[in-house]
Nanobody, 122 residues
């Protein structure tokens, strides 16, 4: 059974930081792209960040314009874990954040976590 389990969400003041983690199990995640998406109340789920896979060079990272320069996606192959470091958080970053596996260039994904709530207070 493939599982993606997010953690690290919570309540933070505007300008603060959080690091989300996504622990992956059930298959080999080392050869697929991983990503983060989010869904705010009353809105559709949107792409946040994506990271390609590579064992011999730097992975390629993609970000939504709204988070560029503030969020950083990374992955630890040994731990089968993907991270999203979020800094300079804004109230508009408030959403449920979802980890995704096997993310394609059109931002579709085969695997999804259950989500973790991030709330940024003003």
């Amino acid at each position: 059974q493939v599982l993606l389990v997010e953690s690290g969400g919570g309540l933070v003041q505007a300008g603060g930081s959080l690091r989300l983690s996504c622990a992956c199990s059930g298959r080999d995640f080392s050869t697929i792209a991983m990503g983060w998406f989010r869904q705010a109340p009353g809105k559709e789920r949107e792409f946040v960040a994506r990271i390609s896979w590579s064992r011999w060079s730097d992975a390629i990272k993609y970000y939504a314009d709204s988070v560029k320069g503030r969020f950083t996606i990374s992955r630890d192959y040994a731990k089968n874990t993907v991270y999203l470091q979020m800094s300079s958080l804004k109230p508009e970053d408030t959403a449920v954040y979802y980890c995704a596996g096997d993310v394609r260039s059109d931002n579709s994904a085969q695997y999804w976590g259950q989500g973790t709530q991030v709330t940024v207070s003003s």
